[in-house]
């Protein structure tokens, strides 16, 4: 099994950054993706980005392409979310969650959810 956990989050104003951090735990020796989904009050659990620890191949959702980044440390089974020019509908809880294998980028498929990080964006 893995263990995530997420932080990070906080208020920014419109147009800043932020950076969330995911660290793994468990078992992290077999081949496993770490994923960012993000849920706004009233609305549903969306993908934001997802890379494979092991290949480092990407994702991410349409809402954010040009403005995040995900990057991961192996070494340290830590996957970084790096959140720019950030507008006030990237407003959420912004969760982490691990996967072993090759899955879609999509919340059904993921197995092992954090508590969830607040990010607000408001002037």
């Known amino acids: 099994q893995l263990q995530v956990v997420e932080s990070g989050g906080g208020l920014v104003q419109p147009g800043g950054s932020l950076r969330l951090s995911c660290v793994a735990s468990?078992?992290?020796?077999?081949?496993?993706?770490l994923g960012w989904f993000r849920q706004a009050p009233g609305k549903a659990r969306e993908a934001v980005s997802c890379?494979?620890?092991?290949?480092?191949?990407?994702y991410y959702g349409d809402a954010v392409k040009g403005r995040f980044t995900i990057s991961r440390d192996t070494a340290k089974n830590t996957v970084n979310l790096q959140m720019n020019s950030l507008q006030p509908e990237d407003t959420g809880v912004y969760y982490c969650?691990?996967?072993?294998?090759?899955?879609?980028?999509?919340?059904?498929?993921?197995?092992?959810w954090g508590q969830g990080t607040q990010v607000t964006v408001s002037s």
């Open positions: 969650a691990a996967v072993y294998g090759h899955v879609y980028c999509s919340a059904d498929e993921y197995d092992y």
């Open positions: 468990g078992n992290t020796r077999d081949y496993y993706a």
């Open positions: 890379i494979r620890m092991g290949d480092a191949s990407t």
